[in-house]
């Protein structure tokens, strides 16, 4: 938890406060001054005895006891400073704004060490070095603008840039948004995104705090803490949304399996967000979006009503809703004919309901009573009305104001004339309301935050492997890829079916094992990574000549070391895989398998542990997932099956950290039993330090 003086101080110095409204030190002091911060400032600076009005101290030794000192001055002044307010000052709330720390050198990274070590050992809080600072309802120790409208219930905003920050602040305040606190973590010396999530959470109280949680992440270095703290607070009721920077395919490792040529930094981040409930975002506009979409009623069903009195905007929404999974249902019948009959002639009501540009604010309260009182099959409302220039839709927005108070459906005001209406709109915004000024990133943002998964029950698997003899063939095991028989051997421990084989060392032997396994048989290579693509995979053998024949051929490969004959089994080809990601644990995928799995790239992800309900949703999230349930005459896949391989790949991984990849490909799926026809295992012990 961080540290009282720094959340709610009662007196505050800044160091190296000036006159300097262009300088952090100076505008700093000015924003604490204009914001009437209740308690005393206290200012140091090397040249003058008053700085803006307040009285200024030469030194740090010679102040008072303090509870919050942020510093603006050089990088080179900060821990001799630092040092004097904690150890003689009592001072436990640090906001360092100065940059020339671990951002610049490996000297400033050692400062930055140092200071840590300083604040650490009296039980301090340290936000900084190389930010803007925070703010809450308690004090604006930041050296930016603008400072949006502060109230308790307004967004909780986490980033790890500054310049993020404000001009998140800014693209928010446009739209209506207000915030609650502010934290922006800079170099996250001793205090990041994690520490302050944590602090949220540990702090939460329903009745006064927020429920809306902003984040801009560049590093999560502490994954087990984000996903912990960000999941009780989505259990508390709270909402989060957050953009993760520098999470691109281009910093993805090299890796020689599938599920490693599938994996990137990204899939890693967006499978945390899933666990936890967190709405992925891609830019600050759509982050703001989906805050304002969070301050709305929720939205209970997938079935929205546009009501509009301009047709491009309303069908622009309507290809963005229907895209991303909602309906816009056609309405008709009885009601329908009732509500057209109060509209203007011309009108349309069947969805979207258009009520033309000649509509009034009456004709609104009309379409959106019949909406949340008559029209059942409706769960939410959009109202997209904006202005030619012509006349003032104050009376419009007023209704729309009025109608958000008492309707117990959303209604999400889509107000695109941010100029002809420009004062229309500040009165709505005046009311406490938030407006979406563009149609296609409202009916987008909307979509992301209707269809995001909520955490699934982290309830254990209730599926048992043998986790005595995993560990037993593991801790045998030497870094790199199992041999094909302690493959088998793991397969047969985690209860996983796999398809009659055996390997070959000898042409003799390989027409015996095929003989005894029954023809047809798959013959490949053993040896090569992928088999494939060395041309190391034949199937249909039919016969002891083809056999021959066959391994002839085979036993050439480079790097062959056996041939595996397998029993012919036909079905769906289908994937399972894990993959290690450090800190962030496992990630398990599942897809459509065989050679088109990196071509397609038609997987799911998530992190484990994962439940049979989690695994589940995987399989019917796939872009495939019509060829799994059967179509045009193909048998379907046992998904419960299926979904039952998912699990006990998520349970050996965590039986057994050291195996860094696994593929099951392919998987063979009928509707009677799914089997394992090929896998690779790759231990890697470093990977578990």
């Known amino acids: 938890m961080l540290h009282q003086s720094l959340i709610n101080p009662r007196n505050i110095a800044v160091i190296g406060g000036s006159d300097n409204l262009r300088s952090p030190g100076g505008k700093v002091l000015k924003n604490l001054i204009d914001q009437k911060f209740k308690g005393e400032i206290y200012v140091v600076n090397l040249k003058n005895d008053i700085i803006q009005g307040l009285k200024s101290y030469r030194n740090a030794s010679d102040l008072p006891d303090v509870d919050l000192a942020i510093f603006a001055v050089a990088a080179r002044y900060c821990k001799e400073a630092v040092q004097i307010l904690a150890m003689e000052k009592n001072t436990r709330g640090f906001i360092i704004l100065s940059a020339g720390f671990s951002e610049d050198s490996k000297k400033g990274a050692e400062m930055e060490k140092e200071i840590v070590k300083i604040v650490d050992s009296v039980g301090g809080s340290l936000i900084g070095p190389n930010c803007i600072g925070i703010f809450n309802q308690h004090h604006t120790s930041v050296f930016t603008s603008p400072i949006p409208r502060i109230e308790p219930k307004g967004c909780e905003f986490i980033s790890g840039s500054g310049a993020t920050a404000v001009f998140t602040i800014e693209s928010g305040i446009k739209i209506g948004l207000t915030f609650s606190s502010v934290f922006s ?35 999560i270095n502490k994954p087990v803490m984000f996903l912990k703290h960000a999941s009780s607070l989505i259990k508390k009721g709270c909402k989060i949304a957050a953009i993760k920077s520098g999470a691109s395919d281009a910093g993805s490792r090299a890796a020689s399996s599938h599920t490693g040529a599938l994996a990137s930094p990204d899939l890693v981040v967006r499978a945390l967000f899933k666990k936890a409930g ?32 301009a047709g491009g905007p309303a069908v622009m ?31 349309s009501v069947s969805n979207p309901i258009d009520f033309l540009a000649t509509g009034s604010a009456e004709h609104l309260s009309i379409i959106i009573d019949y909406c949340e009182n008559k029209f059942d099959e409706i769960d939410g409302m959009v109202v997209v009305f904006g202005s030619p220039g012509l006349f003032n839709v104050d009376s419009v927005y007023e209704v729309l104001h009025e109608k958000m108070k008492v309707c117990k459906k959303p209604i999400y005001p889509v107000l695109p004339s941010v100029i002809n209406a420009e004062s229309e709109i500040k009165h709505f915004i005046a009311h406490g309301r938030g407006f979406f000024p563009d149609e296609v990133v409202f009916g987008d943002a909307l979509t992301q935050v209707y269809v995001t998964q909520k955490k699934i029950g982290a309830e254990k698997a209730a599926i048992s492997i043998d986790k005595s003899k995993i560990r037993a063939i593991i801790d045998k095991a030497p870094n790199g890829y199992l ?6 051997e793991l397969l047969d421990a985690m209860g ?59 036993i050439k490969i480079k790097d062959c070391i056996g041939i595996l004959i397998q029993s012919m089994e036909t079905g769906t080809e289908l994937f399972a895989g894990a993959k290690n990601e450090g800190k962030f644990g496992h990630m398990v995928l599942c897809g459509i398998g065989g050679i088109f799995i990196e071509i397609l790239k038609d997987f799911s992800y998530n992190l484990v542990p994962v439940n049979k309900k989690a695994a589940i949703d995987m399989i019917r999230k796939l872009k495939s997932y019509g060829i799994i349930k059967g179509t045009r005459g193909l048998e379907p896949v046992n ?16 039986t057994a950290p050291e195996i860094f990849e696994l593929d099951l490909n392919p998987l063979l799926g009928k509707s009677d039993k799914v089997v394992a026809a090929d896998a690779r295992i790759r231990i890697e012990r470093a990977a578990i330090k």
Do not use: W
Request: aromatic content about 4%.
């Open 639 to 654: 998904e419960d099956l299926f979904a039952d391989i998912v699990v006990r790949v998520s349970l050996l991984v965590m």
């Open 496 to 554: 996983i079916p796999r398809v009659n084989e055996a390997i070959s060392t000898s042409l003799k032997e390989a027409v015996q094992i095929a003989n005894e396994i029954g023809y047809p048989v798959v013959m490949k290579v053993v040896g090569p990574v992928h088999k494939t693509d060395v041309g190391g995979v034949v199937l249909n053998v039919k016969n002891a000549d083809q056999v021959q024949s066959e391994y002839n051929k085979l």
């Open 483 to 488: 041999k094909p028989d302690q493959v088998n």
């Open 185 to 219: 973590v800079g170099n996250s010396a001793q205090t990041g995104v994690e520490e302050v999530l944590k602090h949220l959470d540990e702090t939460f109280d329903p009745k006064s705090s927020s429920r809306i949680k902003l984040l801009y992440i560049e590093q």
């Open 278 to 309: 967190i709405i992925y975002c891609s830019g600050r506009e759509e982050l703001v979006t989906v805050a304002s979409i969070f301050l709305h009623k929720q939205l209970r069903g997938k079935n929205i009503a546009i009501i509009t009195h």
């Open 317 to 347: 929404l309507t290809d963005s809703l229907s895209k991303g999974g909602l309906n816009i249902p056609p309405l008709s019948g009885p009601l329908s004919n009732e509500l057209l009959s109060h509209l203007l002639p011309g009108s």
